[in-house]
């Protein structure tokens, strides 16, 4: 750490040569450290100056803009979760910074900052069809995800590409946009209760030593592992399962860890992505803007785990209005799976009717043994249902029973 001495109003630090800093001088591309601010001076300041810049940005734009807004800077300090997100900094169009990216959002998800990512398909330098193919399907699981480059390299968005490429990028992306109301969920969680929305593998499993140097997988809260391909040329990928039930996240093809170490084909086109048994996510039919997808209908998707159980949660408000959560202005539904019965129930605010889509469209059901005799919804007999003998996967179609997203509702099954 460089010293500064004070005593001199001067511009102290032009007169001496930080070598913490390489050798340049610790007023570089910034005011001299010795400047007065407000509360202090520019030496005991710097740091918290992007800090304090996106409270007075986001304080801003909730004046004049009346709604919510998003401020992202390069420059955070430990609060800035609060007030808005970060990006990763200018990293380079290379597969190692594709890798490194991952654990940068785990450890600002860690600093209390969630909403982070890197520049898909990196800022400098020139990106490679296959490069940015696989960039593009990690950055579709960053917590903010975002294709960014610098103006002197080539243009790197979806389009610039050829088909092969381009379908499998608005593959993965409509993949996010379905996800949707399980990531606002995860950040609900964050806002409320100081979560993680994208987590190391050891924050869920503590007492598996096996998850403690894992940098190369992470997890969407406690239930969906994103294994993704992180070498040129690759077309599989090792990705470590803690013990319990995993589920492909296509087909629902389920398989019983121990805790080991998988191959898994990883074409051009896929990534890997698994959801955890136990567990139930809300998704919704995807359009190509998040407006359009909130008008969508929902998909309840049920893992069963070992003992035949599951649970989630979603939390729905219309997405644009200002503290809408401080205000009530919002509906919180709890799912629990036992005994071949799927209970929805609106545990907070069941008078709040949601913004856009409304209707719960079908539930999918993952680990079902057997081929269900009959079904009813509240007494009511349902007929359209589909079963996967195969992958075990039970599909409930529900389009004519006017089911509301966040109304109170049993299904069950034998």
Request: charged share 15%; proline share 5%; with cysteine.
């Amino acid at each position: 750490v460089c010293s500064l001495l004070a005593e001199s109003s001067h511009c102290i630090s032009s007169l001496r040569v930080c070598t913490a800093n390489g050798g340049e001088v610790l007023h570089k591309k910034t005011m001299c450290m010795s400047a007065k601010t407000y509360s202090s001076t520019q030496y005991n300041m710097h740091n918290m100056y992007g800090y304090f810049e996106m409270i007075a940005t986001m304080g801003a734009l909730k004046t004049v803009r009346k709604q919510r807004s998003l401020v992202i800077s390069r420059s955070t300090f430990p609060g800035s979760g609060k007030h808005g997100g970060h990006w990763l900094g200018d990293n380079k169009s290379k597969w190692m910074d594709l890798y490194l990216s991952i654990p940068g959002i785990l450890n600002f998800n860690m600093f209390g900052i969630p909403l982070v990512g890197a520049d898909i398909c990196g800022f400098g330098g020139v990106t490679t069809p296959e490069l940015c193919t696989r960039w593009t399907q990690l950055g579709a699981f960053y917590p903010f995800s975002r294709n960014h480059a610098a103006l002197v390299s080539p243009a790197q968005d979806p389009t610039q590409f050829e088909e092969p490429e381009r379908d499998a990028m608005r593959k993965v992306l409509l993949i996010r946009y379905s996800l949707l109301p399980t990531l606002y969920t995860l950040f609900w969680q964050a806002h409320t209760k100081g979560m993680t929305v994208a987590r190391p593998l050891f924050f869920e499993f503590p007492q598996d030593r096996s998850t403690l140097a894992i940098d190369k997988q992470f997890l969407w809260g406690s239930f969906l592992l994103i294994s993704p391909t992180l070498v040129e040329g690759a077309t599989s990928v090792q990705a470590y399962f803690p013990q319990g039930v995993w589920y492909d996240f296509y087909t629902g093809e389920m398989f019983r860890s121990s805790g080991v170490v998988r191959t898994l084909p990883s074409p051009l086109d896929t990534i890997n992505v698994h959801l955890r048994g136990g567990h139930i996510i809300v998704r919704q039919a995807p359009e190509i803007t998040t407006a359009l997808s909130r008008q969508n209908n929902f998909t309840v998707t049920v893992a069963v785990s070992i003992n035949g159980s599951a649970s989630g949660i979603l939390y729905l408000d219309d997405g644009v209005s200002l503290e809408s959560y401080e205000n009530g202005q919002y509906s919180v539904v709890n799912y629990t799976l036992k005994a071949g019965a799927l209970t929805s129930a609106n545990s907070q605010h069941a008078e709040y009717t949601p913004a856009g889509g409304k209707w719960v469209e079908k539930v999918i059901v993952y680990g079902v043994s057997t081929y269900p005799e009959s079904m009813d919804i509240d007494g009511t007999p349902v007929h359209r249902y589909i079963y996967d003998n195969g992958n075990q996967v039970l599909t409930i179609l529900l389009q004519s029973h006017n089911v509301l997203v966040n109304s109170p509702y049993t299904i069950r099954w034998v």
